[in-house]
């Protein structure tokens, strides 16, 4: 019903910056959140960034300052500007949507198949 599709990721050194995009589609009525997660190898998925529908953002404490969430309500797509990247960086990273679909009443968890972002020294 509802597919999440990420781009960018990739190799990039230490202090660069790299750009991810999620674009959600299908029967959606209404997007409340999107964010990205991560995942690093051996460790839990955690909350990078959120974005709400109405903007408010909340980001990991490790990444504040250095990367920027934001979205484009009318195309159903969020990015994730990541700038100054560090090894630890490295990981995983999922798109998250919280979404309504279309005909029902609640919102719903929708994730993407991750793309992988590797900081490299």
């Known amino acids: 019903q509802v597919q999440l599709v990420e781009s960018g990721g990739g190799l990039v050194r230490v202090g660069g910056s790299q750009r991810l995009s999620c674009a959600a589609s299908g029967t959606i009525s209404s997007i409340t959140a999107m964010g990205w997660f991560r995942r690093a190898s051996g460790q839990q998925r955690s909350l990078v960034a959120l974005?709400?529908?109405?903007?408010?953002?909340n980001y990991l404490d490790s990444v504040k300052g250095r990367f920027i969430i934001s979205r484009d309500n009318a195309k159903n797509t969020v990015f994730l500007q990541m700038n100054s990247l560090k090894p630890e960086d490295t990981a995983v990273y999922y798109c998250?949507?919280?979404?309504?679909?279309?005909?029902?009443?609640?919102?719903?968890?929708?994730w993407g198949q991750g793309t992988q972002v590797t900081v490299s020294s």
């Open positions: 974005i709400t529908s109405a903007g408010h953002t």
């Open positions: 998250y949507g919280l979404v309504r679909v279309s005909g029902t009443s609640r919102d719903s968890d929708y």
